[in-house]
């Protein structure tokens, strides 16, 4: 009987940290990548500033198609990669991030309002849950 109430309580414990490492994925606007990782970036290229970032391919805020890139290094907050050939980078935290909480799949952030990969409306970041409204273009 111990035995079982043992692993009883680990099984338990196992599925609540599992669950936390799951919630909320852009937590304060931010995304997680690590090297290796296909995301999607604007591209536009050199000089835009939009820096929408998703991991579902769609259109930037700036209206653009995002390019699928694989990120080379995370450092300080950025993630680099390389497009046309040249070195660049996108921030990992954003002004506006998708509003479709945890169960989204496209975690897409950016620092001009727009829609995010699955075609909703990004929230500035900061908002509540209960005050979330999309962001004004």
Do not use: H, R, W
Not at 47 to 74: M, W
Not at 80 to 94: H, M, R, S, Y
């Amino acid at each position: 009987m111990k035995k079982f109430l043992v692993v009883l309580m680990v099984m338990v414990l196992g599925l609540g940290f599992s669950a936390l490492s799951f919630s909320e994925p852009l937590k304060g606007g931010k995304l997680e990548v690590k090297a290796g990782d296909d995301i999607y970036v604007c591209g536009c290229g050199k000089g835009c500033d939009c820096y929408t970032v998703s991991k579902k391919e769609g259109k930037c805020a700036c209206g653009s198609n995002l390019a699928k890139v694989k990120v080379d290094k995370v450092e300080k907050g950025k993630a680099f990669f390389k497009q046309d050939g040249k070195e660049a980078f996108t921030p990992l935290a954003g002004k506006y991030s998708c509003a479709c909480g945890a169960q989204c799949d496209c975690q897409t952030i950016s620092q001009k309002p727009g829609k995010c990969g699955c075609g909703k409306e990004m929230t500035k970041v900061g908002a509540t849950a209960a005050k979330a409204e999309p962001a004004k273009k």
